[in-house]
């Protein structure tokens, strides 16, 4: 499963405003955004725009680039996960000690 950077912002966003305390009620009135649409952003329902995340971090008091490197350190985490855990699919894994022997093409006779 794709890694989506709005999921690892939004869980950025969660993680400074639950450590600070706050509510979703308090910084959503602080960044003049709707509490219902903070929450999908936190919940990775929504792609925020660049003009949204810098109200919500005014809001937070956390610089954006914090957010936004935090998010790159998350999402960098998650995709070695993700490939340390995948599983190759075993019609794509060549053993290369088979041998293929493809036959030479024989004309045939059309009458």
Known sequence: ??????????????????????????????????????????????????????AICTALAVPLSRVLTDAGEKMADRERIARLTAVPATDSVIDVATKVVI??????AVA
Do not use: C, N, W
């Open 1 to 54: 499963m794709a890694v989506l950077l709005r999921e690892v912002i939004g869980d950025v966003l969660r993680d400074a405003r639950t450590s600070q305390g706050r509510t979703l009620r308090e910084v959503s009135d602080s960044a003049r955004v709707s509490l219902g649409y903070l929450s999908e952003v936190e919940r990775g329902r929504k792609e925020a725009s660049s003009e949204l995340l810098s």
């Open 103 to 108: 036959p030479h093409p024989v004309a045939m």
